[in-house]
């Protein structure tokens, strides 16, 4: 690991935080995921543990709740304390409801959904601010299907300051075709440039944001400059463990995270057996330098 990479764990993983007095807090890494206790989903939660809820995701960036037993219903009423919840075109849904989006892999299978690191739906103007996966089936041979997340503010700081600096200056084509590739896309796809660093709208923080689902070319570079670019930091965040947590699913976990900083990758590693689980949205806003 480099100077940079250790001058930048340190100052994260060394940040004072708060003690929590309504919720438990227990941490996967110094850097990103947290298992939340002490809340019921399945009822309204009060505005002090609440108020816990929403600092713990901020500052962990992906939070997991376990033992939970939720309809679509209150998954959607916790979704909503954060914002209003995307709904998708009629188009994309595999279902009759445009805010729930159905995750699922069985034995007949060609493809499972984010097996890739990717943000959810950087082609958008405005992407999302968090995604919240509730796990109804996990496969029958008791383990797989594990998702990793990576930090985008570890991934910006792990990087000289000459290459923060050169990257500050540029945006990147985020293309809503890219997970597309291969098959017959719909119509409509949305394309969009965002900068490459941006900063946090809640947390102030600045972070990396490029990611090998969505984005496609930077167009201030040549194409082969923009290509190598893409490529080092698409690399980065696949190669550096240090970024990572890893999320062990059982039926009844939901995991929020905070798409605006993360990018996370579906492993697909136990086909034939089957996986289930059903995800809700929340609207985020454009991102800005
Ligand atoms: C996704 O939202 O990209 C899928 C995540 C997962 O299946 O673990």
């Known amino acids: 690991m480099d100077r940079y990479c250790l001058e930048a764990i340190g100052r994260i993983a060394g940040e004072e935080r708060a003690p929590y007095a309504h919720i438990t807090v227990d941490r996967l890494t110094p850097i990103i995921g947290a298992e939340i206790g002490g809340v019921d989903l399945a009822h309204p939660v009060p505005d002090p543990a609440f108020d816990e809820v929403k600092r713990a995701f901020l500052e962990n960036q992906v939070i997991i709740f376990r033992n939970q037993t939720l309809t679509v219903a209150q998954q959607k009423a916790f979704a909503r304390r ?49 995604s919240m996966l509730y796990m109804h089936r996990t496969p029958e041979i008791g383990t797989g299907g594990d998702t990793l997340f990576a930090s985008m503010y570890l991934a910006y700081e792990m990087l000289s300051p000459a290459l923060k600096l050169f990257l500050e200056g540029l945006t990147a084509i985020h293309d809503g075709a890219v997970p597309w590739q291969g098959y017959e896309a719909p119509p409509g796809l949305p394309k969009t440039e965002h900068p490459v660093i941006v900063r946090h709208p809640e947390t102030g923080r600045k972070l990396l944001f490029v990611n090998s689902g969505f984005t ?63 995800r809700v949205t929340v609207l985020g806003s454009v991102p800005t330098r």
């Open 216 to 278: 496609t070319h930077i167009p201030q570079l040549s194409p082969g400059e923009s290509r190598a670019l893409l490529d080092y930091l698409f690399a980065l965040v696949a190669r550096e463990q240090v970024l990572n947590c890893r999320v062990r699913w059982a039926p009844g976990t939901l995991v929020f995270w905070d798409n605006r900083c993360t990018q996370h990758h579906a492993i697909w590693d136990y086909f034939p057996h089957s996986r289930y689980g059903e």
């Open 82 to 130: 954060f914002g209003p919840l995307r709904a998708l075109p009629m188009a994309d849904i595999d279902g009759d409801d445009a805010e729930l989006v159905i995750i699922k892999a069985s034995k007949d299978s060609t493809f499972v959904a984010g097996e890739v690191w990717h943000a959810d739906g950087t082609a958008d103007p405005a992407p999302s601010l968090g």
